[in-house]
C-alpha cells in the first residue's frame, strides 16, 4: 500500500486512486454512498456502505452483509478478505463473496459505531473489540476463537487498536488506558511505556526490541496500579 491513496467523492459518485505524490487520481468504480467508512486491504480499497449493509469493492460490485456492521477493519496487509464488526460479532468477508460470522457471544450489543473498536488483522489473527460489554475477540488461523473480557468497564468509552510492528495493543481514548490483547490483556496505563527503544541516532530498534521491551514492561508491572513517577531529564548543550 506505500505510496497508494484512495478517496472517495462522494458528490461525484467515485471511488479515485492516486499511485503516488503529484499522480492525477485514477477512478476506479462507480460508487453511491452516503453513511460509509472506506480501508484498504494491501493495495485494494474497500468501502463499508452502513445504508445498504454491503461491503464495496474497488471494482464497484458489492458483497451483502448477513447482520448489520458499524465498522470496517484498519488499513492492512494484503489479504483475500476485509473485517466488517457488527454490534456483537466480526465479519470475515472474502473478495470471492463468502462470510463468515465469529460471534463474541457477549450478551450486550452495541448499537453504535462509536461503542465498536475497528477491526485489525495483523499476521494470521482477527481483532476486535466492543466497549457496550467491554469484550475482546481474537480470531488466529488454526485455533479457536478467543472471547475474553476486557478486565474494566469500558461503557461510553472510545475503543481504538494501537499497532507498533507485530505486537497490538487496545486503547481507551477515554481515560488514556492500554490493554495488551496478546499478553492476557494487562493493563498498561500509558502507552509511552511500551515504546521501543531508540538507539543513538533516534532511530528505533528492530521488533525484537518492541516485544522485549513490551515484554520488560509487563515483568515489571504489579497487580496494584500506581502513580507515574516523575523523572528529571538530563539535558546537555
Known sequence: LEGIVYAVAPDDGALYRFDGPGSIGQKKATVLVDDYVLTAVGDRAAILDRTSNTIIKDDGSSIALPDAALRIQQVGADRDFVVAATGDSLLRVSFGGSVT???????????????????????????????????????????EPTSVDIPSSTSGARLEFRVNRKVIALNNLTNGNVWLVTESMRLVENWDEVTPPQDAEGESTDEKSTKASFEDTLAERTDQNTPPIARPDDLGV
Not at 473498536?117 to 467491554?134: D, K
Open 101 to 143: 460470522t465469529l460471534p463474541t457471544g457477549a450478551s450486550t450489543t452495541a448499537s453504535v459505531p462509536a461503542d465498536v473498536a475497528a477491526p485489525v488483522v495483523l499476521g494470521t489473527c482477527i481483532h476486535g473489540a466492543w466497549a457496550a460489554s467491554a469484550t475482546y475477540l481474537g480470531v488466529c488461523d488454526g485455533a
